[in-house]
């Protein structure tokens, strides 16, 4: 099946060999299927919490993938939180498609599960459906630093993408520092709608939004 342009951008940004790597949240598994047919990995962790989906998607990998791909595989049914990262391997976590408070509160999980040992060969790549700002504050209060960073624009949705890692030290801002082309209408017009949506919150909570209003209105300034 064709990825989606969010997860084909997603895709893309693996360009290098892994040990592991790691599609949570994974729901019909179509980017870890993607991830397998590359060869990139040596093994490919397929996370979600819904039985249902877990087992049918255990039965199409086990028909089709052994033929298709020399990766190994594993399916696993549980807490994306509560995953168990090996040691000495190089792996990715890939989070997408799940909101920004919830994504932040899995990282938070998996970092607080491990040693700083293992969480400095992992990378992780994050695609949050919305409250991105909170998410990245979150994740610049966790030390971690930035490799990358992108906006998708998806059937007139806006995503942001970014490869984050405890090895970079470029700060995460809450806004974005190396994402935004403003001459880009479909960039320009995310910032319209994130201006929008934090006029109408502040509304109701003016101390926490009028300085998220503020810093997305630097962006205006270049
Ligand atoms: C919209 S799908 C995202 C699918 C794919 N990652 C994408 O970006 O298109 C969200 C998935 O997250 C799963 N999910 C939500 N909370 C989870 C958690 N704590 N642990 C594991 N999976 C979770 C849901 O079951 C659902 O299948």
Redesign the pocket.
């Known amino acids: 099946m064709k990825l ?1 342009s ?2 084909s951008a997603i895709n893309a940004l693996i360009t290098q060999p892994y040990d592991v790597i790691w ?6 598994g ?2 870890g299927m993607a991830i397998l047919k590359r060869e990139i990995a040596k093994k490919v962790m397929f ?4 039985p249902q ?1 877990m087992s049918e998607l255990n039965y199409r990998l086990t028909r089709y993938a052994s033929a298709q791909s020399g990766s190994d595989w594993q399916v696993l049914c ?4 509560s995953i168990a990262l090996a040691e000495n391997k190089k792996q990715l976590v ?5 909101g920004g408070e ?1 994504l932040l509160a ?1 990282i938070q999980q998996i970092i607080a599960n491990h040693s700083q040992q293992v969480l400095a060969k992992i990378s992780f790549i994050v ?1 949050p ?1 919305h409250h991105s700002y909170s998410l990245r504050e979150g994740l610049d209060e966790l030390n971690l630093g930035l490799i990358s960073e992108q906006i998708i624009v998806e059937n007139k949705r806006f995503y942001e993408v970014l490869q984050i890692s405890f090895a970079s030290t470029i700060k995460i801002t809450a806004t974005g520092s190396a994402m935004w082309d403003l001459s880009n209408r479909d960039h320009s017009n995310y910032l319209n709608k994130l201006l929008q949506h934090y006029t109408r919150m502040a509304q109701q909570s003016p101390q926490r939004f009028e300085k998220v209003i503020n810093d997305y209105k630097l962006l205006l300034n270049g």
């Open positions: 989606s969010r997860l599609d949570c949240c994974c729901d019909h179509l980017l996370v979600d919490i819904v989906l549980k807490d994306v939180g890939i989070i997408a498609g799940v919830l899995l695609c459906v």
